[in-house]
């Protein structure tokens, strides 16, 4: 049976997969959620026996129901190809009595693109059922590892354009050079003064823009998103859940049915929802655990039943968790309130105005599956230390706050169950901050320098993404304040 998608805040038409993915937000600002959430139709015993491309399409045929099986499979293959540096995709790794699944083997090396490589094939598809026949722009705000990931997957990709704006002094030095080398004719860079939050607001609101978006239709365009707001980011994100479930069941690290627990580092809530659908669809897990770091809204959150934003914004070594706002949020309030879009959108306009909302009691106990914590960044540092130490494994600044709030649930819980931690990025996109964990006399290095010192001590290759970017030379320089994000975009599209 069809699953169509409806919106979280009104009583829009409801809408097919692919349309819902073509659009991204919906008209009424709200998010796309499926109408209900199929169960997984094979065993885990099968799952076990699957590669990561099978894997994908037993689960996303669930939910993308009008896309064909040919049309699936043929965005499946393009997307989980050689472009990995490995065949299993989505390796994991014991390390310190838990398992890392390393979602950072592809393109751009973070988990972003585990969803964007494959987001282009399934957004051009939808144009090609839909009959669109405008261009589509893709209009994306980042907190350092969505706008690369999202770059590379759109970058020459025909009928498309993509726009992505940063925030100028918040992401790591080898994001910012990531996303400024990148080649592509249909392609635009701009840093923004300002953090995340406003990049993502000043996004949002260039969607709702009535007069631009008549004067894109006008001269042909059409906006869509690559943000997780897009179902068509959350959908792949479900999979390596499974994979990571039917991988531990083949290695007889648990038996079929039993209940793991899952750890994600958080910001945007995109990642921790998928591992929630993925439970509300079968998937044998017991808890989910919401790591934050210093920017800690969500801990909060899960503690109070209060969600709000007004606090300072920190700038943490975990950059692409520097969130206020957790727009994928939305869809869990939303499902907590019984799907009720009216009194969604009350809690939706009230933290729009000011700043924060509190749910009640009834919606909170249906958090009950949730932990949530959060880690400092010295915590970080010294996490990062000692698991090298004990076991000769690097994580990411990002990572290390999962492990860490692992290591403090286990210490509350004394839950001993089987533990995956989503595994978001490479070491190496975060060198200095990693590398002057393990050895803070070597802050004087330069960035490169670094990169092949944590290529000796982690024994692992310098990954092709870092290679390329060690000499390319700077394509962009666009910098601009948040009011002229539109100037931007009129000046791309030439309006
Ligand atoms: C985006 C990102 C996160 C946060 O994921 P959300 O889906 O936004 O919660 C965590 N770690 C890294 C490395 C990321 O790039």
């Known amino acids: 049976m069809d699953?169509?998608?409806?919106?979280?805040?009104?009583?829009?038409?409801?809408?097919?997969?692919?349309?819902?993915?073509?659009?991204?937000?919906?008209?009424?600002?709200?998010?796309y959620v499926p109408e209900r959430l199929p169960a997984f139709d094979r065993t885990w015993e099968e799952f076990s026996r699957m590669d990561y491309r099978q894997t994908a399409f037993e689960v996303m045929k669930l939910l993308l129901t009008d896309y064909t099986?040919?049309?699936?499979k043929r965005c499946i293959d393009r997307a989980y190809d050689e472009k990995f540096d490995t065949p299993a995709i989505a390796p994991l790794k014991e390390a310190g009595?838990?398992?890392?699944?390393?979602?950072?083997?592809?393109?751009?090396?973070?988990?972003?693109d585990m969803a964007l490589s494959i987001l282009p094939h399934l957004m051009t598809t939808a144009a090609q059922k839909n009959h669109v026949k405008r261009q589509i722009v893709i209009l994306t705000a980042t907190s350092g590892d969505t706008g690369k990931a999202a770059l590379a997957g759109f970058a020459d990709v025909e009928g498309t354009r993509i726009l992505v704006f940063y925030p100028k002094n918040g992401v790591s030095p080898i994001q910012e050079k990531?996303?400024?080398?990148?080649?592509?004719?249909?392609?635009?860079?701009?840093?923004?003064?300002?953090?995340?939050?406003?990049?993502?607001?000043?996004?949002?609101?260039?969607?709702a823009d009535g007069e631009l978006t008549q004067r894109m239709a006008e001269a042909g365009f059409q906006f869509s998103s690559a943000n997780s707001i897009n179902i068509g980011r959350?959908?792949?994100?479900?999979?390596y859940y499974v994979y990571a479930y039917g991988q531990l069941l083949r290695m007889g690290r648990i038996r079929d049915g039993q209940k793991i627990n899952v750890v994600v580092p958080t910001g945007n809530f995109g990642n921790i929802l998928a591992a929630f659908y993925a439970k509300q669809m079968g998937l044998p897990i017991a808890r989910l655990l919401c790591a934050s770091n210093e920017n800690k809204v969500l801990c909060d959150f899960f503690s109070t039943g209060v969600y709000d934003r007004n606090r300072e914004f920190i700038l943490t070594t975990s950059p692409s968790m520097d969130i206020l706002i957790s727009s994928n949020l939305e869809r869990l309030i939303f499902s907590l309130t019984g799907e009720d879009p009216a009194q969604n959108a009350a809690f939706m306009d009230s933290l729009g105005r000011e700043g924060r909302y509190e749910i009640s009691d009834k919606m909170r106990a249906g958090l009950k599956d949730f932990y949530g914590n959060y880690a400092s960044q010295e915590e970080c540092a010294q996490k990062i230390g000692s698991l090298y130490r004990e076991s000769g494994y690097v994580v990411d600044p990002h990572t290390a706050v999962a492990a860490v709030v692992y290591d403090k649930y286990r210490a509350q819980t004394g839950d001993g169950a089987v533990t995956v931690i989503a595994s978001t990025a490479s070491p190496y996109k975060f060198t200095r901050s990693v590398m002057t964990s393990l050895d803070p006399s070597c802050s004087s290095e330069d960035d490169f320098t670094l990169v092949d010192q944590l290529a000796g001590i982690s024994r692992t290759a310098v990954p092709a993404a870092i290679e390329e970017i060690r000499t390319a030379p700077v394509l962009h320089?666009?910098?601009?304040?948040?009011?002229?994000?539109?100037?931007?975009?009129?000046?791309?599209?030439g309006l």
């Open 3 to 31: 699953i169509l998608y409806r919106s979280t805040r009104g009583s829009s038409r409801k809408v097919k997969a692919s349309e819902a993915i073509l659009q991204g937000l919906a008209e009424d600002g709200g998010l």
């Open 69 to 72: 099986e040919e049309e699936l």
């Open 97 to 112: 009595g838990a398992w890392y699944l390393e979602l950072f083997h592809g393109r751009t090396i973070a988990f972003k």
């Open 178 to 207: 990531q996303m400024v080398t990148q080649k592509g004719k249909n392609i635009r860079v701009a840093g923004i003064y300002g953090n995340f939050d406003d990049a993502q607001t000043g996004v949002k609101a260039l969607f």
């Open 234 to 239: 959350l959908v792949p994100q479900i999979v």
């Open 477 to 493: 320089d666009i910098q601009c304040g948040k009011e002229q994000m539109k100037a931007v975009v009129e000046e791309f599209l």
